[in-house]
C-alpha cells in the first residue's frame, strides 16, 4: 500500500481504486482506471445509473458492483469526473450505503485495503453535502442518519490512520 503522505495529495494522477485487488475485494484488478476491467465498466455507465443504484436503499448488499461503482465515481466522463455530474441526494444515498457496507464488512482487511478510496470518497461526500454552508447549518439542516454517516466515515478513517485529518465535517 503506498504511504499515506503521497496517497493524501490531490495530484491528477491519484487512481482512488490503485488498491483494490481481487483477493481482498472480489472486484477488481489492481489498476483498475487503466485496465480492461474499469473500461468495460465505465464504458457501459454514466452517472445517471450511479444515481438509479443507488435509489435502491440495500444497493450496498452488492458488494462488488458497489466498490465498482465507488471507483467509478473517479473517472473522467465528458472530460469531468462522474462525480461532478451528480445531485446532493445521490451523495446522501451513496453516504448512508457506505457506512452500511463499512459496518457490514466481516473482513476488516477490506477496509484496510480500500482505505484510500475510503478517503477520497469521504471528502468528495462531504464536499456535495455540506457543500458551502457552516458547519452549524449543515448540523442544523441535514438529516441524522447522514450526519451519524459521515462522522462513523471520518471515525473510521481516523482509526485507519489516513495521514493527517481535518476536524470532523471540515473540507481539506
Known sequence: MLSSSSTMSSS???????????????VLSSNPLSGT???SFSTTMNPQQVTA????PSFYRQKK???QMLCYLFVDYQGRKV???LPPDTFRSICLQLHALIEDEDDYAVIESNADLLYHTYFILLGNIRANKTITRLIVDENQDILTALY???KRLLDLRRGAMPLCFHHL
Open 152 to 154: 462513523q466515515t471520518y
Open 53 to 56: 443504484a443507488v435509489s435502491n
Open 65 to 67: 458492483p458497489f466498490w
Open 37 to 39: 476491467t474499469m473500461n
Open 83 to 85: 462525480h461532478r455530474f
Open 12 to 26: 491528477s494522477a491519484f487512481s482512488p481504486c490503485q488498491n483494490l485487488n481481487q483477493s481482498q475485494t472480489g
